[in-house]
């Protein structure tokens, strides 16, 4: 709205008395000037509700960042012209392990708190590793409550599991853990100096397991999370003389044996598939079980054969269910 109209006489009416002390004054002029009173007032009325609320009180936004007083405004804009960490009070900041655990909702986010609790999400923080190999505990340092579902938690265990493992976590109390697959944890589900990593369902922690590789006797193994256990033995050199005929090709006379250094779950007889790079050259099994593998070389004719032997097994280290 425009600035208020004033209000300036037009018309001098002590002259006119002067003039004519025995007349009335005039009507018309009178009627005039009253107008133009009336006039001035409205303006000044609307350009007042223009700042003022009903109840008395400045209007919302009526007041700029130019009108504030010139030392507020320079608390506020500092040298930048924007509110800086030194403006605030600490207290309104999230710190590093409220934004990590990511629970609270009445503090504000840096940059750097956002890209920790980003990072809290995508891998879970490790926290402080107690108790025994079978009943863990942990210390998150945020002074939890309760755990709400989908809580991450990570450690480094200083001994290995032997079977059935709880957690507690800020002493909330102890949980089962669960493998993946959802079945109480074997035994070495839970490795020494590696980060192991799980959630909070609401009932159980489930745990994660990097996939460990290792190498006894020859061989190499492979575990994964899920109960699935791959072996590979490579037999470099050999020489294999079928000559005890078996059906219409021959094998060797005595059996050959890999045993496995890291056996299957009971009940679980691994499958086995191998091949030898000599021409026409096949395995033949004579048994297996979750201890050993034993085999022939076998040929479709009665030779002497040499070369490379690979064996593959593949099976269970514990039961998914």
Do not use: H
């Amino acid at each position: 709205m425009p600035n208020p109209s004033s209000y300036t006489p037009a018309y001098s009416f002590d002259g006119y008395q002067a003039v004519n002390p025995d007349d009335p004054l005039p009507a018309a002029e009178l009627d005039n000037e009253l107008a133009n009173i009336s006039s001035a007032i409205v303006s000044v009325r609307g350009a007042l509700l223009d700042i003022r609320a009903s109840d008395g009180s400045l209007v919302n936004g009526i007041v700029d960042f130019d009108a504030l007083d010139p030392d507020v405004a320079e608390t506020i804009r500092r040298e930048t012209g924007s509110v800086t960490v030194l403006d605030l009070s600490p207290t309104v900041f999230a710190s590093q392990a409220q934004a990590q655990a990511g629970i609270v909702n009445d503090k504000i986010m840096t940059p750097l708190r956002t890209r920790e609790a980003i990072d809290a999400r995508t891998l879970p923080p490790t926290y402080t590793y107690g108790g025994t190999a079978n009943a863990i505990t942990l210390t998150t340092g945020l002074s939890l409550t309760s755990l709400p579902v989908g809580f991450p938690i990570g450690f480094v265990a200083s001994s290995a599991n032997t079977g059935n493992t709880t957690i507690n976590v800020d002493g909330l109390g102890a949980v089962q853990c669960l493998t993946v697959t959802g079945v109480s944890l074997p035994s070495g589900y839970i490795r020494t100096g590696r980060v192991t990593y799980g959630r909070w369902n609401g009932t159980n922690f489930i745990l994660n397991r990097d996939v460990q590789y290792f190498e006894q006797s020859g061989a190499k193994y492979w575990r994964f999370e899920d109960g699935r256990q791959e072996a590979i033995l490579e037999l470099s050199g050999i020489t294999a003389t079928s000559t005890t005929a078996l059906g219409s090709s021959f094998r060797e006379a005595s059996a050959r044996v890999w045993t496995f250094a890291s056996g299957f779950a009971f009940s679980t007889t691994p499958s086995v598939s191998g091949c030898m790079d000599a021409s026409l050259t096949i395995i033949v099994t004579q048994s297996s079980s979750t201890a050993e593998y034993l085999f022939y070389v076998s040929t479709f004719t009665s030779r002497t054969v040499s070369g490379n032997l690979t064996l593959q097994a593949v099976g269970r280290w514990y039961n998914p269910a």
